[in-house]
């Protein structure tokens, strides 16, 4: 088979707005930067590539505009590229929504780019071999929902309250990952699945990745390039505990990225 991996830098400009917090928030800053990471897979069958965007979500016209453009440009059809956000809620607006307003310049820059970096992959992409696996990881994703005594259920709501008993739902502990090397055994990068929410810094008027982008940064720093994180059914899970406090984005990255390096130490 052959693959091939690509990054490219999607931070919006200060003053763009954010989407995530149901009200207006305007960006201020930049904490850490945000990406678009792609990957290719090939072998003589067939061909797929995957996008995933460090921001809340994209629709179903930004997709297809997308799609269309990766078939035109570098011949990619549309059902053989999966786009995918990872649900940052610290994150540019690329649609409208209630009181928060895209920026038409900053979306259509966004949607260049992510052409660009898929077409980035498929150049990269050389003689591979891959591998998966799996474990389970438990200090970093909770679930909010907590069911108190008189048979209500509060979200986000912490056990100091006496009236608290018990979490109404479960989590998903799975951490996967599909690492691909080239035959000459450099590790060329990794797709990562977990199920939770990264809502650091969403009601900020700061720009951040959130605990996706730190396990990226520390699994480049350990020596995988580029890491996309495609996120599980998080709608109730995030990495804030109930009975104590948040586990902070460095420290759920940090330990997600321990993981997905343990997975890989053990691939065949």
């Known amino acids: 088979m052959k693959a091939g991996f690509a990054e490219i830098d999607i931070t919006p400009p200060i003053g763009t707005e954010k989407i995530g917090w149901i009200k207006k928030i305007v960006g201020d800053k930049v904490l850490d930067p945000l990406f678009a990471h792609a990957a290719y897979l090939s072998n003589e069958a067939s061909k797929i590539a995957l996008l995933q965007l460090d921001i809340l979500s994209i629709n179903r016209t930004l997709v297809r505009c ?144 959130g605990f996706p982008g730190v396990l990226a940064k520390k699994l480049k720093e350990a020596g995988c390039p580029i890491t996309l994180y495609l996120n599980g059914a998080c709608g109730n899970l995030h990495t804030h505990n109930p009975a104590s406090t948040d586990i902070g984005m460095e420290l759920a990255g940090t330990m997600l990225a321990e993981d997905i390096l343990a997975i890989i130490s053990s691939l065949q």
């Open 66 to 209: 997308i799609r269309e453009r990766v078939e035109k440009e570098h011949g990619l059809k549309p059902g053989q590229l999966m786009v995918s956000a990872t649900h940052n809620h610290s994150g540019p607006a690329l649609v409208t929504f209630g009181e928060t307003t895209c920026n038409p310049k900053y979306t259509e820059e966004f949607l260049d780019k992510c052409v660009k970096v898929v077409g980035q992959a498929i150049g990269n992409a050389v003689d591979a071999d891959i591998g998966s696996g799996s474990m389970f990881e438990w200090r970093v994703a909770f679930n909010r929902r907590v069911v108190m005594r008189d048979g209500t259920v509060k979200t986000h709501h912490p056990f100091s309250d006496k009236e608290s008993l018990f979490i109404e739902g479960p989590i998903d502990p799975e951490v996967a990952a599909i690492a691909v090397r080239s035959k000459s055994g450099e590790l060329l990068g990794c797709l990562v699945n977990f199920s939770c929410h990264p809502v650091h810094h969403g009601g900020e008027p700061s720009f951040s990745a």
